[in-house]
C-alpha cells in the first residue's frame, strides 16, 4: 500500500456511487463509504510511525525532464487534517443517506461529495507545491458543485457562484505566490521549501509573496473582508455545509497558514496582518452570529467567527498559540459538524429554520436536544467539553501577547468579548430553539429523527465529551505530532489539563460566560440597536461588481471588436509600430558599419522605376487595371534586381511566379469591379498613410540596420559541402533538395492544401458573369483570336523543353523543380488563354489533383527510401555514370525528389488557375453540383 | 547602394501596407503582392548584396550567399500560394455577400466624401 493509493481509490470511489446508485440508497450509501474507510484504515495504520516521529514522503517520477514529479507525504499536520477529512467525511455521508429524500439525485451527490473529499485529502498531503495548487482549486470547483446541489433554487446557483469566484480568485493569488517562492527555493518539493524559511523571509519578494499566499488563505477560509461568501454558500443541503464548514473547504485556507508556518511566519508584517485580520474576523463573526434568525446563517457567522479565532491565534507568532490554533481545529470540527447536523435534523423534522417560528422544541425531540446542548456548550466554551480548553489556551495566549507594545492589552479584552457573544449565540441555538415558548405555525409536527440520522451526531458529541475530559488520552499524541511538524523545533511546554487552577484566563471564561448570558436576556435592546441600521445584502452587492466588472469587459470587447478587419489590421499595425519602434530608440549600434558599395546608374534608374511604379499602383488602385499593369511593374524590376544580385536562382522564380500571378489577377478582376469611387475619408487616408509611412520606415531602418553589418554566415558550410556532400554545384538548388529537403516538402505540401482549399472554396461558388466591362461596353465576342492561338500552340514544345532543360540543370545550373514546374504550368497555361478550356479539356487527361499528390508522394518516398539504406529520413545519394554517347552523368536522389517537387509546382498552379478558368466558360460548376 | 536598396524596401512596405488598408478585397490583395515583394526583398538582403558573386561553384571566387537565396525562393513560391488563396477567398465572399469589401458589408463612416459605388454585378 502507498500514499498515492489513497488518493487512486478514492478517484475511483468518485465513480462508485453513480454506478450503484440503482440498487437503493442504503446499497449506494455502503458502497460509497469503502473507499473513504480504505483510505481511513490505511491512514491509522500509519499512525504509529507518525507518532515516532517520522515523515512519509513517496514520489511518483511523472514528467522528470521538466523537473515535475508527484508527491505525497505525511506528517503530523497532514495525519490530522487526513483523519478530520476522511473520519467526519464518513459521519457526514451516513447523515446524508438520511438527509436526502429518495427523489434526490443522491449518486450524484454523494459522488461530489468524494470528489470534494479526494481533493480536499490531496491538498493535505500534497508534497508539490504546484500539486497542491491542483487540488486546491479541485476543492473550489467540487464545493461549487455542491453547494448548488440544488440547481433549481436561485439562492443556491447564486451562493455557489459567489463561493466559486471569491476562492477561485483567491486560488489565483495562491499559485503566484507558490511560483514564486519555488522559483526562490528553486524546488516545487514542499518539504524542500519548509526548510527554507530563512531564505524566503529574507527574500526582497517576501511581503509579495505573503500577500498572494494570505489571500489565497483568507478567502478560502471566510478571513475579513472575504468572509461574505460563507453565509450565502448556506444555501448547499445541510450535509455539505456541514462537512465544508466544519472540517474542510474553509479548513484548507486555515491548513495553508498552518503549512506555511514555517516559512512564512515569524515576520511583524505576518503578525499584523494575520493576526488583526483573525481578531476582526472574529469580532465581526461573534457580533452578527447573535442577530441570524436562521439557524445555519448564526453556525455560518459562528463558524466565520471561529476561524478568524484560529487566524488569531496562527498569527501571534507564538509557539504556544499556534498548539492552541492546531487544537482548536480538531475541536472546532467536531463541535460545528455536530451543530450543522443538529441543524439539518431540525429543519428536517419541523419543516423550518427559523429561529423565530421555532421554539419549545424540547417535548418534541428530547434527544436531539440534549446532543444539541452538549455540542453547543462546547461552541461556548464550558468546562468539560473540548471547546472550553482550546478556547482557554487561547485566552491564555492573548494575555501573553505583547506584540502590539503599549496596545496588547486591548487583544484580551476583544477576545474576552468575542467570547461574550460566542457564548450568546451558542445559548440562542439552544433556547430560542428548544425552549422559550411554543412553536409557531410550523409546516410540520416535529418529532425525533430516525435512528441512525442521529448516529453521527452521537460519536461526534462523545468526542467533545471525551476530548474535553481526557485530552491527553485522547488527542494528546496527535496534537504534539501535529505541532511538532508545523513548528518544526522543540515543543513548548504545554499541559492539556482541564484544571490549572485559579487563574486569569479561568476568569476570562467565567467572565464570557456570565456576560454571555446576560447579553442573551438583554439581547431585545441589542436587536433594537441593530434594527436601525440598514442590512445590506452581499449578494446584490457582489452580483453589482460582477454585472460592472462584465460590463466593462463588453465595452473593452465592443470597442476593440466591431467586426471591422480593416480596423484589426490597423490595430495590429499600430501596435507593431509601438513594440518595434522602442527598441530601434535604444539601437545606436551603427559604429561598426560597412560602408555603402557604390551604386550605378543602371541600379539608380532601376530603383526610380521600381518606386514610382509602386506609388502609381496606390494611385490608381482605385482604376485596377492599371494598378494590376503598375504593379507587374514592380514585380519585373524585382525580378531584375534579383538577377543584378546574383540570385539567378531568385530572378527565374519571381519571374515565372510573376506570370503566373498577374493570369491570376486578371481572372479575379474579370468577375470584381475594375473601377471603384473613392470611398475613404480623408482622416483616414491620412491615418492610414501615417501607418504605411511608419511600418515602411522601420522596415526601411531594421533592414539599414543588418544590412550594413559586417557579414556573419553559416552558409560556408553549404558551399563547402554541397558539391561533395550533396553532389550539385547549384549550392542554392542543393540546400532545396538536399540540406533543407524536409522544408521544401513542407513548402509543396502548404502549396497543395492551399490548391485544395482553393478548390473548396470554388465549388458551388454563384458568380455572376459580367457580360461586358464597367463602361458597359460588351466583352469581345471572338474569345479566341487564331494568331495567338497558332503561336501559343506552336511556343508549347519549345516552351515544355526549356521547362524541362531547367529541371535537369537544376543542379548544378540556375534552375530545378520549383522555376521549371512554373514554366511549364505558364506553357499549359496559354493554351488556355489561347484555346479556351473548351479545346484543352479533352487534349490533357491529367487530372491536376493526381498530379499533386503524385508529386508529395515522390517527394515523400524519396525521403523515405533513405530508411531502406539504414540512412535518416532525407539522406540523397548520388554517384557519377558513364554512359556511352552521352559521356559521364551524374545520378542523384535529389533528382527525383525535384521531381516530386516539379509535378506539385505544375499541379498546383493549374489546378488554381484552371478551377478559377473554368467560372469563366461554360463549365463552371453549377450550384446544384 | 545599400541606401537605394532600403528606400526601395521602404517604399514598398509603405505601397503594400496603405494598399492593405483600404476597403475592398482587390486592393488588398494588390497590397499583399507588394508587400511580399518588400518581404522577399527583406529576407534576401540578409545575405548581403553582392554584385559580381557567383551563384555557382567554381565559376569565381566570391560567392553570394546561398542560404538566402534558398530561403526567399520557398518565400516567393509561398507567397503565390497565399495570394492566389486569398484572391479565390475575395471571389467567394463576392459572390456570397454581393459586394467586395473586405468587412463583408459596406463601412459605415458618417464622413464619408462619395457615396460608394457598389460595382455592377
Given amino acids: 500500500m502507498s500514499l498515492f493509493w489513497i488518493t487512486a481509490i478514492l478517484l475511483i470511489g468518485v465513480l462508485v456511487p453513480v454506478v450503484t446508485e440503482r440498487f437503493g440508497r442504503t446499497i449506494n450509501t455502503i458502497c460509497t463509504m469503502v473507499a473513504p474507510a480504505i483510505a481511513l484504515a490505511y491512514i491509522i495504520s500509519l499512525i504509529p510511525a507518525v507518532f515516532g516521529g517520522e515523515v512519509v514522503v513517496e514520489y511518483l517520477e511523472w514528467i522528470p525532464a521538466a523537473g515535475l514529479t508527484l508527491s505525497l507525504h505525511l506528517d503530523g499536520l497532514a495525519l490530522m487534517f487526513a483523519l478530520l477529512i476522511l473520519g467526519i467525511g464518513l459521519l457526514i455521508i451516513v447523515y446524508a443517506r438520511y438527509y436526502l429524500s429518495k427523489k434526490e439525485a443522491v449518486g450524484r451527490f454523494f459522488a461530489y461529495l468524494i470528489l470534494f473529499m479526494t481533493a480536499m485529502l490531496s491538498i493535505v498531503l500534497s508534497n508539490n507545491v504546484l500539486q497542491m495548487w491542483m487540488a486546491w482549486e479541485v476543492t473550489s470547483i467540487s464545493s461549487f458543485l455542491l453547494i448548488s446541489f440544488w440547481s433549481t433554487k436561485s439562492e443556491s446557483r447564486k451562493g455557489a457562484r459567489m463561493a466559486l469566484t471569491v476562492t477561485a480568485a483567491g486560488g489565483l493569488a495562491l499559485l503566484a505566490g507558490l511560483l514564486i517562492i519555488a522559483d526562490i527555493v528553486g524546488s516545487y518539493e514542499l518539504r524542500v521549501i519548509l526548510a527554507s524559511g530563512d531564505l524566503i523571509r529574507e527574500s526582497a519578494l517576501y511581503p509579495v509573496i505573503l500577500i498572494l499566499v494570505l489571500a489565497g488563505a483568507f478567502t478560502k477560509s471566510a478571513q475579513f473582508p472575504f468572509h461574505f461568501w460563507l453565509p450565502h454558500a448556506m444555501a448547499a443541503p445541510t450535509p455539505v455545509s456541514a462537512y465544508l464548514h466544519s472540517a474542510t473547504m474553509v479548513k484548507a485556507g486555515i491548513f495553508l497558514l498552518a503549512r506555511m508556518y514555517p516559512v512564512l511566519s515569524g515576520t511583524e508584517m505576518w503578525f499584523l496582518i494575520v493576526s488583526m485580520t483573525g481578531l476582526i474576523t472574529m469580532l465581526l463573526g461573534a457580533y452578527i452570529a447573535l442577530f441570524k434568525h436562521d439557524l445555519k446563517g448564526l453556525l455560518a457567522y459562528s463558524t466565520i467567527s471561529h476561524l478568524g479565532l484560529i487566524t488569531l491565534l496562527l498569527g501571534l507568532n507564538t509557539p504556544l498559540a499556534t498548539v492552541a490554533a492546531l487544537f482548536h481545529i480538531m475541536n472546532h470540527a467536531v463541535f460545528k459538524a455536530s451543530l450543522f447536523m443538529i441543524a439539518g435534523i431540525i429543519d428536517h423534522e419541523s419543516g423550518t429554520r427559523d429561529m423565530r417560528k421555532l421554539g419549545g422544541l424540547w417535548r418534541f425531540m428530547p434527544y436531539t436536544a440534549t446532543l444539541a446542548m452538549i455540542a453547543a456548550a462546547s461552541m461556548a466554551g464550558v468546562p468539560l467539553l473540548n471547546g472550553f480548553l482550546s478556547k482557554e489556551m487561547f485566552l491564555a495566549e492573548t494575555l501573553h501577547s505583547s506584540s502590539l507594545g503599549f496596545l496588547s492589552w486591548m487583544m484580551p479584552v476583544l477576545a474576552t468579548l468575542a467570547a461574550i457573544f460566542a457564548v450568546a449565540y451558542s445559548m440562542r441555538f439552544i433556547h430560542d430553539v428548544f425552549f422559550n415558548g411554543e412553536p409557531k405555525d410550523l409546516p410540520k409536527t416535529p418529532h425525533e429523527p430516525t435512528r441512525f440520522m442521529k448516529v453521527p451526531i452521537e460519536i461526534l458529541v462523545a468526542l467533545c465529551l471525551l476530548v474535553g475530559i481526557f485530552p491527553t488520552f485522547m488527542v494528546g499524541d496527535l496534537l504534539a505530532s501535529a505541532s511538532s511538524s508545523v513548528l518544526m523545533t522543540e515543543l513548548p511546554y504545554y499541559s492539556l489539563a482541564i484544571w490549572h487552577g485559579f487563574n486569569i484566563p479561568l476568569l476570562m471564561s467565567a467572565i464570557a460566560i456570565v456576560g454571555g448570558l446576560i447579553v442573551y436576556a438583554y439581547r431585545s435592546h441589542l436587536y433594537r440597536f441593530q434594527a436601525q441600521f440598514q442590512e445590506s445584502d452581499e449578494k446584490l452587492i457582489f452580483e453589482g461588481v460582477i454585472q460592472t466588472l462584465v460590463g466593462y469587459a463588453v465595452k473593452a470587447h465592443n470597442g476593440l471588436s466591431n467586426g471591422s478587419l480593416q480596423r484589426y489590421i490597423a490595430a495590429l499595425l499600430l501596435f507593431t509600430i509601438a513594440i518595434t519602434a522602442v527598441p530601434l530608440i535604444h539601437l545606436n549600434s551603427v559604429a561598426t558599419r560597412v560602408p555603402d558599395q557604390p551604386v550605378s546608374g543602371v541600379e539608380i534608374t532601376a530603383a526610380i522605376i521600381l518606386c514610382l511604379s509602386a506609388i502609381a499602383t496606390v494611385i490608381y488602385h482605385r482604376k485596377r487595371m492599371i494598378a494590376l499593369i503598375t504593379l507587374s511593374v514592380v514585380g519585373l524590376i524585382v525580378s531584375i534586381s534579383f538577377a543584378r544580385f546574383s540570385a539567378p536562382d531568385l530572378a527565374l522564380t519571381q519571374l515565372s511566379v510573376e506570370v503566373v500571378t498577374v493570369i491570376l489577377l486578371m481572372l479575379a478582376l474579370f468577375f470584381l469591379p475594375q473601377k471603384t469611387a473613392s470611398e475613404s475619408s480623408p482622416s483616414r487616408v491620412v491615418r492610414d498613410l501615417g501607418i504605411a509611412a511608419a511600418i515602411g520606415g522601420l522596415v526601411a531602418t531594421i533592414n539599414y540596420a543588418f544590412i550594413t553589418q559586417p557579414i556573419d554566415t553559416i552558409s560556408e558550410f553549404f558551399l563547402a559541402n554541397s558539391k561533395t556532400g550533396g553532389g550539385g554545384t547549384n549550392a542554392v538548388n542543393v540546400i532545396l533538395v538536399d540540406f533543407r529537403g524536409l522544408d521544401t516538402l513542407g513548402e509543396i505540401l502548404v502549396l497543395g492544401v492551399a490548391a485544395l482549399g482553393i478548390f473548396n472554396l470554388l465549388a458551388r461558388v454563384r458568380l455572376a458573369m459580367p457580360s461586358s466591362n464597367e463602361n458597359g461596353i460588351p466583352w469581345s465576342q471572338d474569345r479566341h483570336p487564331p494568331i495567338l492561338a497558332m503561336i501559343s500552340q506552336a511556343l508549347l514544345p519549345l516552351a515544355l523543353l526549356v521547362s524541362f532543360y531547367i529541371f535537369l540543370r537544376g543542379h548544378n545550373m540556375p534552375g530545378g523543380g520549383f522555376i521549371a514546374g512554373l514554366i511549364t504550368a505558364v506553357a499549359l497555361i496559354q493554351q488556355y488563354i489561347a484555346h479556351g478550356v473548351d479545346w484543352v479539356k479533352p487534349r490533357i487527361k491529367v487530372e491536376y489533383q493526381t498530379l499533386i499528390s503524385l508529386g508529395v508522394l515522390i517527394a515523400t518516398f524519396t525521403g523515405i527510401a533513405s530508411w531502406f539504406f539504414g540512412r535518416p529520413f532525407m539522406t540523397t545519394w548520388f554517384d557519377y555514370f558513364d554512359i556511352p554517347l552521352i559521356g559521364e552523368i551524374e545520378l542523384a536522389s535529389a533528382l527525383v525528389f525535384d521531381l516530386g517537387v516539379y509535378l506539385t509546382v505544375v499541379g498546383a498552379t493549374l489546378f488554381i488557375l484552371a478551377s478559377l478558368g473554368k467560372l469563366t466558360s461554360s463549365h463552371r460548376p453549377t450550384p446544384e453540383e | ?121
Avoid at chain 2, 475592398?24 to 540578409?46: E, I, K, P, Q
Avoid at chain 2, 551563384?55 to 509561398?78: C, E, F, H, N
Avoid at chain 2, 503565390?80 to 456570397?96: E, H, K, P, Q, T
Avoid at chain 2, 463612416?109 to 454585378?121: E, F, T
Fill in chain 2, 1 to 121: 547602394m545599400e541606401t537605394v536598396y532600403v528606400i526601395c524596401v521602404g517604399i514598398l512596405t509603405f505601397c503594400g501596407v496603405f494598399l492593405c488598408l483600404r476597403g475592398r478585397t482587390f486592393s488588398v490583395v494588390v497590397g499583399l503582392t507588394m508587400l511580399s515583394y518588400a518581404v522577399n526583398l527583406f529576407l534576401f538582403s540578409s545575405g548581403r548584396l553582392s554584385l559580381d558573386g557567383a551563384a555557382i561553384l567554381g565559376m569565381a571566387d566570391k560567392y553570394a550567399d546561398p542560404l538566402p537565396q534558398a530561403l526567399t525562393l520557398t518565400a516567393i513560391v509561398i507567397g503565390f500560394a497565399m495570394i492566389a488563396f486569398v484572391v479565390i477567398l475575395a471571389l467567394r465572399a463576392r459572390a456570397d455577400l454581393g459586394n467586395d469589401f473586405v468587412d463583408g458589408s459596406e463601412p459605415l463612416d458618417s464622413d464619408k466624401l462619395v457615396k460608394p459605388n457598389r460595382g455592377k454585378a
